[in-house]
C-alpha cells in the first residue's frame, strides 16, 4: 500500500511569477521514513500541506492511505498528524496540557490519553517541565511540545516538516529515537530536514527537490553515486597548494582552512603520505549526503569554492 500517490501536482500561489512546484509525481510507501531534500523555497512544505489538506493543489492528483486530497479530506485528516514548520505551542499551556488535550480532542479516553502523554513526555525529556507553562520555556523544549502532540497520536502516517529546528545535540537523537520506534510500530513518515546528517540517519528514501521541481531521488547508496568519485579527504591547508593536489581528483576550498579532494579509494593512500610527508592534519571519509546535495542544486563541487562547513 502507498501512504501517499502524487501524480503531476502542480501549486501555483496568487500573483505568484512562477509555480512553487511544478509536476511533481512521487510515490511514498507505507511504513517508511521518506524525506525531501531542498533548499530554502524548493516547494517542500508546499508539498507536505497539499498531503495534509491544508492546501489545494492547482493541477494533479495526490491520494494519501488511499483517499483523495480534495474530496475525501476529512478521512485523511482522522488518520495523520503533523509537526507544522511554523508552529507554536500556547503560551499559557503546559506540555502535558497540549499533549492530553489534543489526545482527547482525537477522541481518546482519559486513561488512555493520560498513559500516552505521559509515555511521549518521558521519551522527550519533558516530563520533569510537565506543569510549567509553554511561555516559561526553552525554544527547544516548545519544538519538542509539538513534536510530541503529534507522536502521541495513532495516525498512520506522520508529517514533519523540519521537526528538530533549534534543538540541541541531545534533543535531537531523542527525536530521532522516537521516530525511528514510530517506524517500528508500522507508521509511515514524511520528513523535510535542512540536516543532512538528520536524513542519512533515518531515512529509508529520499527526494531532492529544486526550484518546485524533482531533480533526483533513491536510497542513500544510490544518491552518493551521483558523485562519480567515493571518497573525500580533507587536508589542512597551511602552505599547500591546490595544484599539488588536482592530479588526484575534483579539489574544493571549504573555506575553513581545508582542502576537500573528492577522489577514489586507489589515490587515498598517495594523499595520505602526501599529508603526512607535510605534517598536515587530514580526514578520510566517504562521500556525504551533503556533498551530493551541494553538487545537484549548488551547480557542482566547484560551486563550494567559499565554504559550507
Known amino acids: 500500500m502507498l501512504a501517499i ?4 501536482v502542480s501549486k501555483v500561489y496568487k500573483g505568484a511569477h512562477q509555480a512553487a512546484l511544478s ?17 530554502n523555497g524548493a516547494g517542500k512544505t508546499t508539498f507536505v500541506r497539499m498531503c495534509a489538506t491544508q492546501l489545494m493543489p492547482t493541477a494533479g492528483s495526490i491520494n494519501v492511505l488511499g483517499y483523495d486530497v480534495v474530496r475525501q479530506a476529512k478521512q485523511i485528516r482522522d488518520l495523520i498528524s503533523i509537526v507544522p514548520q511554523e508552529g507554536r505551542p500556547l503560551r499559557a499551556l503546559t506540555s502535558w496540557d497540549h499533549i492530553y488535550n489534543w489526545l482527547q480532542i482525537r477522541g481518546e479516553g482519559k486513561q488512555t490519553a493520560r498513559d500516552k502523554t505521559e509515555e511521549i ?13 509553554a511561555m516559561n520555556l526553552s525554544g527547544g523544549m516548545k519544538q519538542k511540545i509539538l513534536v510530541a502532540m503529534a507522536m502521541a497520536t495513532d495516525a498512520q502516517l506522520l508529517f514533519l516538516d523540519e521537526p528538530t529546528i533549534g534543538l540541541d545535540p541531545v534533543s535531537r537523537r531523542q527525536v530521532w529515537s522516537a521516530i525511528n520506534d514510530w517506524k517500528a510500530k508500522g507508521g509511515s513518515i514524511l520528513l523535510t530536514t535542512h540536516y543532512m546528517d538528520e ?8 527526494v531532492i527537490i529544486d526550484k518546485g521541481k524533482v531533480i533526483t531521488q533513491g536510497t542513500i547508496q544510490e544518491l552518493r553515486r551521483v558523485i562519480p568519485q567515493n571518497i573525500r579527504v580533507d587536508i589542512a591547508r597551511d602552505g599547500l597548494d591546490i595544484d599539488a593536489l588536482e592530479p588526484y581528483g575534483s579539489v574544493v576550498d571549504t573555506g575553513a582552512g581545508m582542502l576537500r579532494v573528492f577522489t577514489f579509494e586507489s589515490a587515498v593512500r598517495e594523499l595520505s603520505e602526501l599529508a603526512l610527508g607535510r605534517n598536515l592534519a587530514f580526514t578520510v571519509s566517504p562521500v556525504t549526503l551533503d556533498d551530493v546535495f551541494v553538487y545537484l542544486v549548488g551547480g557542482g563541487i566547484g560551486d ?6
Request: hydrophobic share 40%; proline share 2%; aromatic share 6%.
Open 199 to 206: 536524513a542519512e540517519m533515518l531515512s529509508d528514501y529520499i
Open 304 to 309: 563550494n569554492q567559499n565554504g559550507r562547513d
Open 5 to 8: 500517490d502524487a501524480a503531476g
Open 23 to 39: 509536476e511533481v509525481s512521487l510515490k511514498v510507501e507505507a511504513g517508511r521514513i521518506f524525506t525531501l531534500l531542498g533548499r
Open 121 to 133: 513526555l518521558r521519551k522527550l525529556e519533558l516530563y520533569e517541565a510537565r506543569n510549567r507553562p
